[in-house]
């Protein structure tokens, strides 16, 4: 039996090699910890049904290899998304001084409507921490960026960091400033009902608080 929903997102996670991204999707998908993680070659996929705001979203999720020589590989699965994970290491000062780079990426490269939300991994490892939660902040801020802290080994604000993302989008297809009709949104219509109820009501809505974006 296939799996019903009303929307489907497209998603990438990108950041640095090391930065956890794989065992971000893998606590997502899975519910548990990644043990043998090697750093991704060009690009993995998962997949996963949420409940947003009382819609089914398929979640159509992209990782990408972190390290420079799959760049050119990775650069062409940018093309369409409609939201992103910006993940660094908070204990790797390295991965979050490559932030801008990858961020210049996904908003040169995919929708130029992409939600990113800002992701700094490793939160467990609290003693080794290089990058403070007050400079991660500052710089989401600046980039207008949502911003999370996650744990891929507790799975602390993993679920969190994509329902966060999914909302946002979400609220800006009820808005009106996200169309699923157009060309390289990465949202896709799931439902044959919501595509006619899009058409015949364009009235926008007000826009929900939990979306910072």
């Known amino acids: 039996m296939s799996e019903s929903y009303d929307f489907l997102f ?21 519910s548990k910890f990644k043990q043998d993680s090697n750093h991704t070659i060009g690009v993995e ?11 089914a979203v398929k979640l159509q999720i992209w990782d990408t290899a972190g390290q420079e020589r799959f760049r050119s590989v990775t650069r062409s699965y940018y093309r369409g998304a409609a939201g992103a994970l910006l993940v660094y290491d908070i204990t790797s000062r390295e991965t979050y001084n490559a932030l801008t780079n990858w961020l210049t990426d996904a908003r040169t490269l995919a929708s130029p409507n992409i939600v990113i939300i800002l ?10 921490r290089e990058v403070t939660f007050l400079e991660a902040s500052r710089f989401a801020q600046e980039n207008e960026l949502m911003f999370l ?27 009106g400033e996200l169309d699923p009709e157009r060309m390289g949104s990465g949202i896709q219509y799931g439902d044959a009902s919501l595509r006619r109820l899009n058409r015949t009501s364009k009235e926008p809505q007000l826009r929900r608080p939990d979306c910072s974006c």
């Open 119 to 128: 992701v700094g991994n490793k939160k467990d490892l609290e003693a080794e």
């Open 149 to 175: 802290e996650t744990s891929a080994l507790t799975g602390e604000n993993v679920e969190e960091t994509f329902l966060k993302c999914a909302r946002c989008i979400l609220t800006k297809i009820e808005s």
């Open 10 to 30: 497209k998603f990438l996670v990108i950041g640095s090699a090391g930065a956890g991204k794989s065992c971000i999707l893998h606590q997502f998908i899975e």
């Open 45 to 55: 996929f998962g997949s996963k049904v949420v409940n947003v705001g009382g819609k």
